[in-house]
């Protein structure tokens, strides 16, 4: 069993102010994984001033000495890619082989982007006499999901280490492993003492701290809309930037064409990966309704050969995170049955066979309207709803009819009129027949889905202040 009783401040291992611990919960057994220490306020006003004191040398820094440093952690972040695999599976039920293909890469993949992005990325522009200046933001403070955990700590931290901004890290305390490995990774590369601090925690005692610290410059959050609405609530007294990505409920519009089924059973697979648990999940997929019974087929079809079971193993499917969740993706099922959509799979209770652990029947419903709550809310479970549509245009409407915008989807054999749906959907991003795995491309989302962007050298502006240096030329003689 894992004991992570120390946080990470000022390039060592401290003792909590006052030890408090955690249990963490294997969600594929219900079995108790490890025990992390929980911090407070004093523990987040330790790590802050330790940021705040590093930042003074750090944001000075050449960009040949942050290379320098970021190539290191690069390095080391490859020696332990089987120990983050391993405790991924372990906190929060990704299977090993979505682990070792996606999870861990894709926080690599981050950091060798922001590499790449920083040999050549220009922090200074001459305008006439002016000089325009792209500076480090300060002491940032990062709260991070369970979900697809090194993903979102890495986009984080390694445009801020690209910068020159120094910060403070909250991992989720759901799924705390992966980010006490990612901290031992930060200090085994030999990142100057404060310029990365974690403490573990949960939202109030850790959370709201970094969100009100006077001494913090940014917050950057992910996770739910609801808890993204309190962090910029408790931000907003010292006017610190809030950069924010939360929910989504992303629309896939399939189109009435020869590849129709393809898209069908293509869209059920996708919403099953990582048991359903991606903010940018395909989780309504627009059909023709005059095609809506082929989509049943085809749908019911792809979600039996979906199997589920020990994340260690060769099941497609692991659990959810937790007991909350679960609970959670039950009632939302049920409610999907109380308000007449059609079951066309899945439904409540555990997968046949499997008495313990988080375990969630991939689910499809059908004949769903946009009112019924499975459409509106956010499941975060391997839950599909399929609505019809009788135009073109109307589905476009019913796919921008949501109060998120995070993502959005495009299935047609037509790319042009892929295109064409594609420019009107109210998402930040949106992919067409599957398009993606771009790191350079911008990720972020419309209305309550969150505000700013990350990835590639958008994510590098979210850490950076301009300044306008007027005067800066020597004027010219008449």
Known sequence: MREYLKLYIDGQWVEPVALKTLDVINPANEEVAGKIAL??????????????KAFATWSQTTREERLDVMQRVLAEYQKRFGDLANAVTEEMGAPASLAQRAQVPAGMGHLATAIGI???????EDRG???????????????????????????????????????????SEVAPFTGQIFAEIMHEAGVPAGVFNMVHGD????GVPLSTHPEVDMVSFTGSTRAGIEVAKNAAPTVKRVH???????????????????????????????????????????VPSKRMDEAIAVAKEAAAQVT??????????????????????????????????????????RPEG????????????????????????????????????DTLEQAIEVGNDTEYGLAAYVQAEDLSKARDVAKKLRAGQVSINGGGGDMMAPFGGYK???????????????????????????KQEA
């Open 118 to 124: 920083l040999k050549d990325f220009k922090f200074e």
């Open 129 to 171: 006499a002016t000089m325009i200046v792209k500076e480090p933001i300060g002491v940032c403070s990062f709260i991070t999901p369970w979900n697809w955990p090194l993903n979102q700590i890495m986009c984080k931290v390694a445009p801020a280490l690209a910068t020159g901004c120094t910060m403070v890290l909250k991992p």
């Open 203 to 206: 939202g109030l005692g850790v």
């Open 448 to 474: 309550m889905s969150g505000n700013g962007r990350e990835w590639g050298d958008f994510g590098f502006h979210e850490f950076l202040e301009t300044k306008a240096i007027l005067g800066y030329a020597p």
């Open 354 to 389: 499997l008495d313990k652990g988080y375990y969630v029947k991939p689910t499809v419903f059908a004949n769903v309207t946009n009112e019924m709550t499975i459409a509106k809310e956010e499941i975060f479970g391997p839950v599909l709803s399929i609505l019809g549509y």
């Open 308 to 349: 589920v079971g020990d994340p260690t193993g060769n099941a497609m499917l692991g659990p959810v995170v937790s007991k909350t969740q679960w609970d959670k993706i039950q009632d939302l099922i049920q409610k999907g049955i109380d308000e007449g959509a059609t079951l066309v799979a899945g439904g409540t209770g």
């Open 244 to 286: 924010q990505e939360l929910g989504g409920k992303s629309p896939n519009i399939v189109l009435d064409d020869d590849v129709f089924a393809k898209s069908v059973a293509g869209g059920v697979r996708q919403i099953m990966t990582n048991s359903g648990q991606s903010c940018n999940a395909p989780t309504r997929m627009l």
């Open 39 to 52: 911090g407070a306020e004093a523990d987040v006003d330790k790590a802050v001033k330790a940021a705040r």
